[in-house]
């Protein structure tokens, strides 16, 4: 079924379910349900129209949505919202962000990132229609099955938050990170006394060391530039990362963000700005490591950590120095 026939038929359902329910309470979280093929998202000052509410489970291309589904309309389409409890929806991230079989404090620090995360961004957004999304964007959410070594991660951490002044941190988390993770200023503009760079050693991820050969064409297009001649890194970062990158075309130089030429590509089609690069004809050659933005807990490390006997404290007082654990109350 195409996916605007899907659409048409989920806002169909709506119409004939669509009841009165509680506004958005304390304890829960508005998800904006995004995915490879659905990516919309509501610009800033957009005032898109609700077009109905209703409880139950909705499966968007393989991923079950349960709880309060709500359909919005707005300039590009139609928005789906779901709205679920807060801990349903950290087990959700854990199950998806961690592998299922990870050392379980590895999984505790993961739920007590992910649900500092979920909460920052929903202070930040009172005034928005939805707290965070489902995908990359924000962290990759994915219902998560009963008895399962998310659940217990969650259980076990219920409530726990990290804070600094007594506010919930923007608990910043990435796949891989090898030496040293980056400065938040660095990757996002922002200074965050907790998101300094840290020693990292993530030797069991599978992105510990890496090449990438992309065309010039390739690049070409995703930078809408015409014959590439040369490439090189123009300016590191502290942590000797790729900054700035100088790229001679036939039309002049171009110097862009490393950062801007990861999502230009595609963040899984160069995994990271911790590379070398050189040219090779018609190729440009990335060698690289890590996997990510390198801001605060490194996913793979946190694993190692839990594996050689460090508690899911132990490892967050290193990728979040200066924070403290706190419970929340719904919020």
Same mark, same amino acid.
């Given at each position: 079924?195409?996916? =605007? ?35 919309? #998202?509501? $610009?800033? !000052? ?7 509410? /209703? ?6 291309? !393989? ?22 409890? /807060? ?20 999984? =505790? ?7 500092? +995360? ?11 229609? +939805? ?29 726990? #938050?990290?804070?600094? /002044? ?11 990170? *090898? ?22 050693? *993530? ?10 050969? #992309? ?22 970062? $502290? ?12 039309? !002049? ?10 999502? $230009? ?13 050189? *040219? ?11 996997? !990510?933005?390198?801001?605060?807990? *490194? ?5 190692? /950590? ?12 290193? +990728? ?12």
């Amino acid at each position: 079924m195409k996916l =605007k026939h899907l659409f048409r038929n989920i806002v169909i359902a709506f119409f004939l379910a669509a009841c009165s329910l509680p506004s958005h309470a304390a304890d829960t979280i508005k998800l904006l349900i995004l995915n490879d093929v659905y990516q919309n #998202i509501p $610009a800033k !000052g957009e005032k898109p129209e609700k077009l109905g509410k /209703m409880k139950g489970d909705l499966l968007v291309m !393989g991923t079950r949505y349960s709880g309060d589904i709500e359909v919005w309309k707005g300039d590009k389409g139609l928005y789906l919202i779901n709205e679920l409890p /807060m801990e349903e929806y950290i087990m959700g991230v854990v199950a998806a962000e961690a592998g299922p079989d990870w050392d379980i404090e590895a999984l =505790k620090a993961q739920a007590v990132i992910s649900r500092t +995360y979920a909460l920052f961004h929903k202070t930040a957004r009172r005034d928005s229609i +939805y707290d965070l999304t489902s995908s990359v964007l924000h962290q990759v959410y994915k219902a998560s099955s009963s008895g399962s070594k998310a659940e217990r991660a969650v259980s076990e951490t219920k409530g726990e #938050i990290l804070t600094f /002044m007594d506010k919930p941190i923007e608990a910043f988390f990435h796949s891989t990170s *090898c030496e040293s993770t980056e400065s938040s200023a660095e990757v996002f503009g922002k200074y965050y006394p907790y998101l300094q760079p840290v020693e990292s050693d *993530c030797s069991l991820s599978p992105y510990c060391v890496w090449e990438r050969k #992309i065309p010039m064409t390739e690049i070409e297009k995703a930078l809408n530039l015409n014959d590439i001649q040369n490439a090189k890194i123009k300016s590191v970062s $502290a942590t000797k990362r790729a900054r700035e990158l100088e790229i001679i075309s036939s039309t !002049g130089t171009t110097v862009i963000n490393a950062t801007d030429l990861r999502k $230009a590509l595609g963040w899984n089609r160069l995994p990271s700005t911790d590379f070398s690069m050189s *040219c090779d004809k018609d190729t440009i050659i990335f060698d690289g490591k890590g996997y !990510g933005h390198g801001v605060g807990l *490194c996913q793979w490390c946190s694993l190692q /950590m839990a594996q050689e006997g460090k508690n899911y404290k132990e490892i967050l007082s290193v +990728y979040y120095p200066g924070t403290t654990i706190q419970l929340y109350e719904g919020r």
